[in-house]
């Protein structure tokens, strides 16, 4: 069965960046984006960017340009998300989950557990 | 910033039928399907309903939606103590060229 694990709970100074994983099983990783949200305390699911699991391409949200970047290590079917210069407002919970389109709809099928990152002085 | 906007509450006896609506943009919802995600406390959210009103296997026939315009909603029939969770609401937006949510609604069983 398709299932995401991800890495654990990390605790950042503001400034520093912080690195995420999230690894697959029971598909083929190549063959299908992955998509990074967040949830801050109290707030709506913000998404993140995505990645292209096969070809590594990336895109991401207008709000996290420039500080945010996704890889992907093929061979070890993990996904990775790194945020830097952070700032208090980025604590949350990040996840990560898998993009299927199906009969012209796309949408997040799987997703990982979450992690949680804090961002204290 | 192109949000999607739903009640945050919503609340129904057992076996009641209750909606949550959704409302977004030409930008959004209406130009592509919606999806739905149940969230409990502390864990991830899981596909309800996607493409506007389909069903993922698992999910009971209690659970439907629907897309009209720039607005869609999520209904739950013959509702259940268990169904008590986060509902958020999706879409993807062409003029951001990424994906939406909601801010959620909270339904309660009472």
């Known amino acids: 069965q398709v299932q995401f694990v991800q890495s654990a709970t990390e605790v950042e100074k503001p400034g520093a960046s912080v690195k995420v994983s999230c690894e697959a099983s029971?598909?083929?990783?190549?063959?299908?984006?992955i998509h990074w949200m967040r949830q801050a305390p109290g707030q709506r699911l913000q998404w993140v960017g995505w990645i292209n699991g096969g070809t590594g391409n990336t895109r991401y949200s207008q709000k996290l340009q420039g500080r945010v970047t996704l890889t992907r290590d093929t061979s070890a079917s993990t996904a990775y998300m790194e945020l830097s210069s952070l700032t208090s407002e980025d604590t949350a919970v990040y996840y990560c989950a898998r993009r299927y389109c199906s009969g012209g709809s796309c949408f997040h099928d799987y997703w990982g557990q979450g992690t949680l990152v804090i961002v204290s002085s | 910033h192109s949000v999607l906007t739903q009640p945050p509450s919503a609340s129904g006896t057992p076996g009641q039928r209750v909606t949550i609506s959704c409302s977004g943009s030409s930008s959004d919802i209406g130009s592509n399907s919606v999806n739905w995600y149940q969230q409990f406390p502390g864990t991830a959210p899981k596909l309800v309903i996607y493409g506007n009103n389909q069903r993922p296997s698992g999910v009971p026939d209690r659970f439907s939606g629907s897309k009209s315009g720039t607005s869609a909603s999520l209904a739950i029939s013959g509702l259940q103590s268990e169904d008590e969770a986060d509902y958020h609401c999706?879409?993807?937006?062409?003029?951001?060229?990424?994906?939406?949510f909601g801010g959620g609604t909270k339904l309660t069983v009472l």
């Open positions: 029971g598909y083929t990783f190549t063959q299908y984006p």
């Open positions: 999706a879409a993807w937006d062409d003029s951001l060229n990424g994906v939406v």
